[in-house]
């Protein structure tokens, strides 16, 4: 157990709809890392957070947004959804702004887009 | 970020060690070798990861070549429970994580 919590585990949705995933980080842990797993693209990353601000962007999809609050818990939030966004997410946390600190994952949520 | 190759699959017998090699050869100076693997589709569970020494904990060794252009991660009593794919990341000054196709390990009894 990483102490990373993600909800919900699984979800299914229909195209067009928007879905909210949830991350807890490790408790201490300031960053938060967001990640895209699909079968054709491997994992991905998306975008990071420091103490409540964007630090770092990666492949994320503009119709994909995300935000971190002050309790340090983070949300993806995904809109306009593809049959292509079916995927799973993951969530990773580490302690500071460093970029090389180390990263641990949540157990990811399963996205289903029918 | 340098750009790391590892064979696709590999086998071990339980109960022996399990090598996992992974080349870099364009690794740079300040550019760090981290392990991870998943097991089916958890998430990612971080192993080791070393600059130019070598480490261990009590999950495995990693062994990086003098020249630093390869390393080995070596799981030194394999279990059943290790069959996984295996990442080799080389990490440079920047955030995210990039993961390759790994190498998917399967022990076998």
């Known amino acids: 157990d990483s102490g990373v919590t993600q909800t919900p585990k699984h979800l299914i949705t229909a195209t067009g709809q928007r879905v909210t995933l949830r991350c807890s980080p490790r408790?201490?842990?300031?960053?938060v890392y967001w990640y895209q797993q699909s079968l054709d693209q491997g994992l991905q990353f998306l975008i990071q957070?420091?103490?409540?601000?964007?630090?770092a962007k990666g492949n994320i999809l503009e119709r994909f947004s995300a935000q971190q609050f002050p309790d340090l818990h983070s949300e993806l939030n995904l809109s306009s959804l593809e049959l292509g966004d079916s995927a799973l997410y993951f969530c990773?946390?580490?302690?500071?702004?460093?970029?090389?600190?180390?990263?641990?994952f949540g157990p990811g949520t399963r996205l289903t887009v029918l | 970020d340098a750009k790391t190759t590892q064979p696709t699959s590999m086998d071990c017998a339980e109960g022996r060690a399990a090598n996992l090699p992974c080349n870099h050869s364009?690794?740079?100076?300040?550019?760090?070798v981290y392990w991870y693997r998943q097991i089916h589709s958890q998430g990612p569970q971080y192993i080791i990861h070393?600059?130019?020494n070598n480490e261990t904990n009590e999950m495995a060794s990693l062994i990086i070549t003098e020249d630093r252009k390869s390393s080995t991660l070596i799981l030194p009593h394999a279990t059943l429970r290790d069959t996984a794919v295996y990442y080799c990341?080389?990490?440079?000054?920047?955030?995210?994580?990039?993961f390759g196709k790994g190498t998917s390990l399967l022990v076998t009894p």
């Open positions: 364009t690794i740079s100076g300040n550019e760090y």
């Open positions: 990341i080389v990490r440079g000054p920047g955030y995210a994580l990039n």
């Open positions: 070393g600059l130019k």
């Open positions: 957070y420091y103490n409540g601000e964007e630090r």
């Open positions: 408790s201490g842990d300031l960053s």
């Open positions: 990773a946390s580490s302690s500071g702004g460093s970029s090389t600190d180390t990263q641990y």
